[in-house]
């Protein structure tokens, strides 16, 4: 018999019935393989580009933290009249702005570093020597 069909008395065979069913196991087991593999690769390269993201994101901010606080000071010394930012001055307030902004946003900073230490040598004290866990914390 060539493929699957009927014999004479109208019946299928077990047997060629068997060998489909298991030939299209086999082309979903490997399909499925192939896409678990693809899935598998996007996923790792997603992560390692959100990180670099995130590192690129933190840079930029900073850089506009920075930049924000020339521009103040150039405004500082372009309003005609002012010498070094009289009080009450919009360039004094502004200033002043950045400053208590960069202040604040230092206290904030060492506050998350402290505590993401401290949670990270939490987790490496108790990964009982597991090296799995001993790299996440």
Known sequence: MAGIGPDSAGQLDAREVTTA???TRSVARQREGKEVKA???????????????AMINAGVGFIIVLMARTIAGMLQDAIPGVSGG???SPASELNTLFNNLLNIG????LALCALFIAWG????MTAEG???RMERG
């Open 21 to 23: 069913m298991e030939d």
């Open 39 to 53: 899935m598998r690769r996007l996923h790792a390269l997603l992560r390692d580009v959100s990180g670099k993201a």
């Open 86 to 88: 009289a009080e009450g």
């Open 106 to 109: 230092t206290g904030v900073a």
């Open 121 to 124: 040598a939490f987790l490496y």
């Open 130 to 132: 597991n090296p799995a």
